[in-house]
Protein backbone atom coordinates (compact mmCIF):
# COMPACT_ATOMS: atom_id res chain seq x y z
CA UNK A 1 0.00 0.00 0.00
CA UNK A 2 3.11 2.60 0.94
CA UNK A 3 4.58 1.80 -2.92
CA UNK A 4 1.36 2.18 -4.22
CA UNK A 5 0.86 4.93 -2.55
CA UNK A 6 4.50 6.47 -3.53
CA UNK A 7 3.89 5.41 -7.45
CA UNK A 8 0.59 7.28 -6.81
CA UNK A 9 2.11 10.45 -5.65
CA UNK A 10 2.30 13.71 -7.57
CA UNK A 11 5.94 13.98 -7.38
CA UNK A 12 5.84 10.60 -8.75
CA UNK A 13 3.73 11.24 -11.25
CA UNK A 14 5.78 14.39 -12.94
CA UNK A 15 8.84 12.10 -13.67
CA UNK A 16 9.40 12.21 -16.62
CA UNK A 17 11.67 9.41 -17.75
CA UNK A 18 13.94 8.42 -20.64
CA UNK A 19 16.30 5.36 -21.84
CA UNK A 20 19.75 5.17 -22.85
CA UNK A 21 22.35 2.29 -23.67
CA UNK A 22 25.35 3.11 -22.07
CA UNK A 23 27.02 0.49 -23.67
CA UNK A 24 26.47 1.53 -27.45
CA UNK A 25 27.34 4.50 -26.47
CA UNK A 26 30.62 3.97 -24.78
CA UNK A 27 31.79 1.52 -27.98
CA UNK A 28 30.24 3.29 -30.85
CA UNK A 29 31.91 6.92 -29.63
CA UNK A 30 34.66 7.64 -31.74
CA UNK A 31 37.36 8.75 -28.94
CA UNK A 32 36.72 5.28 -27.58
CA UNK A 33 37.80 3.60 -30.73
CA UNK A 34 40.43 5.87 -31.30
CA UNK A 35 41.59 5.55 -27.86
CA UNK A 36 41.49 1.49 -27.97
CA UNK A 37 43.42 1.01 -31.31
CA UNK A 38 45.99 3.07 -29.45
CA UNK A 39 45.59 0.80 -26.68
CA UNK A 40 46.12 -1.96 -28.76
CA UNK A 41 49.45 -0.52 -30.53
CA UNK A 42 51.06 -0.14 -26.79
CA UNK A 43 49.93 -3.56 -25.99
CA UNK A 44 51.30 -4.93 -28.64
CA UNK A 45 54.56 -3.40 -28.10
CA UNK A 46 54.62 -4.24 -24.85
CA UNK A 47 53.95 -7.79 -25.59
CA UNK A 48 56.91 -7.87 -28.52
CA UNK A 49 59.19 -6.07 -25.82
CA UNK A 50 58.48 -9.19 -23.44
CA UNK A 51 59.04 -11.87 -25.96
CA UNK A 52 62.66 -10.35 -26.84
CA UNK A 53 63.01 -10.15 -23.50
CA UNK A 54 61.93 -14.00 -22.66
CA UNK A 55 64.05 -14.79 -25.59
CA UNK A 56 66.69 -12.85 -24.64
CA UNK A 57 66.77 -14.88 -20.88
CA UNK A 58 66.35 -18.42 -22.57
CA UNK A 59 69.29 -17.58 -24.53
CA UNK A 60 71.89 -16.63 -20.99
CA UNK A 61 70.24 -20.02 -19.44
CA UNK A 62 71.63 -21.77 -22.50
CA UNK A 63 74.74 -19.82 -22.24
CA UNK A 64 75.17 -20.74 -18.50
CA UNK A 65 74.42 -24.40 -18.85
CA UNK A 66 77.07 -24.33 -21.52
CA UNK A 67 79.42 -22.62 -19.11
CA UNK A 68 78.32 -24.97 -16.32
CA UNK A 69 78.94 -27.94 -17.92
CA UNK A 70 82.41 -26.64 -19.64
CA UNK A 71 83.13 -25.82 -16.45
CA UNK A 72 82.85 -29.37 -14.66
CA UNK A 73 84.49 -31.22 -18.02
CA UNK A 74 87.57 -33.49 -16.25
CA UNK A 75 89.32 -33.65 -19.17
CA UNK A 76 90.82 -30.08 -18.70
CA UNK A 77 93.16 -28.94 -16.11
CA UNK A 78 92.19 -28.04 -12.70
CA UNK A 79 93.64 -24.32 -13.00
CA UNK A 80 91.01 -24.88 -16.35
CA UNK A 81 87.86 -25.50 -14.85
CA UNK A 82 88.33 -22.78 -12.23
CA UNK A 83 88.27 -20.13 -14.82
CA UNK A 84 85.45 -21.92 -16.14
CA UNK A 85 83.62 -22.00 -13.35
CA UNK A 86 83.95 -18.26 -12.44
CA UNK A 87 82.71 -17.89 -16.85
CA UNK A 88 79.83 -20.27 -15.34
CA UNK A 89 78.79 -17.85 -12.07
CA UNK A 90 79.31 -14.52 -14.14
CA UNK A 91 76.90 -15.98 -16.79
CA UNK A 92 74.38 -17.29 -13.59
CA UNK A 93 74.88 -13.53 -12.43
CA UNK A 94 73.53 -12.09 -15.98
CA UNK A 95 70.72 -15.06 -15.62
CA UNK A 96 69.67 -13.73 -12.89
CA UNK A 97 69.49 -10.27 -13.23
CA UNK A 98 67.66 -10.99 -16.84
CA UNK A 99 65.17 -12.44 -14.70
CA UNK A 100 64.54 -10.25 -12.26
CA UNK A 101 64.06 -7.18 -15.38
CA UNK A 102 61.61 -9.81 -16.81
CA UNK A 103 59.76 -10.28 -13.71
CA UNK A 104 60.25 -6.61 -13.28
CA UNK A 105 58.89 -5.51 -16.83
CA UNK A 106 55.98 -7.38 -16.92
CA UNK A 107 54.46 -6.04 -13.39
CA UNK A 108 55.08 -2.57 -14.54
CA UNK A 109 53.83 -2.75 -17.98
CA UNK A 110 50.45 -4.63 -17.04
CA UNK A 111 50.05 -1.97 -14.40
CA UNK A 112 50.84 1.24 -16.69
CA UNK A 113 48.31 -0.50 -18.98
CA UNK A 114 45.56 -0.81 -16.79
CA UNK A 115 46.19 2.77 -15.15
CA UNK A 116 45.76 4.15 -18.54
CA UNK A 117 42.44 1.64 -19.62
CA UNK A 118 41.30 3.30 -16.29
CA UNK A 119 41.90 6.64 -17.32
CA UNK A 120 40.61 5.96 -21.06
CA UNK A 121 37.27 5.03 -19.33
CA UNK A 122 36.45 7.28 -16.72
CA UNK A 123 37.55 10.38 -19.68
CA UNK A 124 35.00 8.53 -21.83
CA UNK A 125 31.86 8.33 -19.15
CA UNK A 126 32.49 11.79 -18.09
CA UNK A 127 32.42 13.36 -21.71
CA UNK A 128 28.54 11.40 -22.32
CA UNK A 129 27.33 12.07 -18.97
CA UNK A 130 27.93 15.53 -19.76
CA UNK A 131 25.91 15.54 -23.24
CA UNK A 132 23.59 13.30 -21.58
CA UNK A 133 22.59 15.58 -18.76
CA UNK A 134 22.62 18.48 -21.13
CA UNK A 135 20.16 16.42 -23.28
CA UNK A 136 17.81 15.27 -20.23
CA UNK A 137 17.84 18.51 -18.92
CA UNK A 138 17.11 20.52 -21.89
CA UNK A 139 13.83 17.82 -23.12
CA UNK A 140 12.26 18.29 -19.09
CA UNK A 141 13.79 14.68 -17.95
CA UNK A 142 14.00 14.05 -14.36
CA UNK A 143 15.26 10.86 -14.28
CA UNK A 144 17.42 8.81 -17.26
CA UNK A 145 17.72 4.73 -16.77
CA UNK A 146 20.81 2.74 -18.59
CA UNK A 147 19.05 0.04 -20.14
CA UNK A 148 22.04 -2.12 -20.87
CA UNK A 149 22.65 -2.41 -16.77
CA UNK A 150 23.75 -5.55 -15.41
CA UNK A 151 23.54 -6.22 -11.69
CA UNK A 152 26.03 -8.14 -10.10
CA UNK A 153 24.70 -11.34 -10.93
CA UNK A 154 24.05 -10.89 -14.42
CA UNK A 155 20.60 -10.04 -14.35
CA UNK A 156 19.76 -7.23 -15.85
CA UNK A 157 18.80 -4.11 -13.85
CA UNK A 158 15.91 -3.14 -16.23
CA UNK A 159 14.00 -6.25 -17.30
CA UNK A 160 11.16 -4.10 -19.33
CA UNK A 161 10.81 -0.99 -20.86
CA UNK A 162 9.05 0.82 -23.92
CA UNK A 163 10.29 4.04 -23.77
CA UNK A 164 11.78 3.78 -27.36
CA UNK A 165 10.09 7.27 -28.29
CA UNK A 166 11.73 8.67 -25.12
CA UNK A 167 15.09 6.81 -25.93
CA UNK A 168 18.30 9.14 -25.87
CA UNK A 169 21.17 6.74 -27.27
CA UNK A 170 20.87 8.31 -30.92
CA UNK A 171 20.88 11.91 -30.31
CA UNK A 172 23.78 11.88 -27.73
CA UNK A 173 25.56 9.89 -29.62
CA UNK A 174 25.07 12.03 -32.82
CA UNK A 175 26.38 14.71 -30.44
CA UNK A 176 29.44 13.30 -29.25
CA UNK A 177 30.47 11.93 -33.07
CA UNK A 178 29.49 15.81 -34.28
CA UNK A 179 32.93 16.32 -34.03
CA UNK A 180 34.77 13.42 -35.00
CA UNK A 181 37.37 13.49 -37.92
CA UNK A 182 36.46 12.83 -41.30
CA UNK A 183 37.99 9.22 -42.74
CA UNK A 184 40.73 9.76 -45.13
CA UNK A 185 39.65 9.68 -48.44
CA UNK A 186 40.59 6.44 -50.41
CA UNK A 187 41.50 7.04 -54.54
CA UNK A 188 38.53 4.91 -56.24
CA UNK A 189 40.27 1.79 -58.32
CA UNK A 190 40.38 3.40 -61.42
CA UNK A 191 39.18 0.20 -64.25
CA UNK A 192 40.99 -2.29 -66.10
CA UNK A 193 41.47 -0.64 -69.61
CA UNK A 194 40.80 -3.60 -72.15
CA UNK A 195 42.77 -3.20 -75.41
CA UNK A 196 40.58 -4.20 -77.93
CA UNK A 197 43.01 -6.30 -80.39
CA UNK A 198 42.09 -6.64 -83.91
CA UNK A 199 41.64 -10.44 -85.49
CA UNK A 200 44.02 -11.26 -88.45
Known amino acids: MLLAAA ?14 DMRKLFDEYHITKRAR ?14 ANMVE ?34 DKLKQVKKSEEGLVDYERTAQSTYEDQI ?17 KARSAGYTLVLDVAAV ?9 FHNNT ?14 AAPEPPNTPEKQPDKKTDRKRP
Do not use: F
Open 151 to 159: GANGIPIIL
Open 56 to 89: AYKKLTQDYQAALASANDQAVSPDEREKRKKLAE
Open 37 to 50: AVLDGQKADMEKDH
Open 118 to 134: TRVHNKVIEEIRAVLDA
Open 165 to 178: DSDLTQVVLDELNA
Open 7 to 20: LCSPAWAQTRIATV
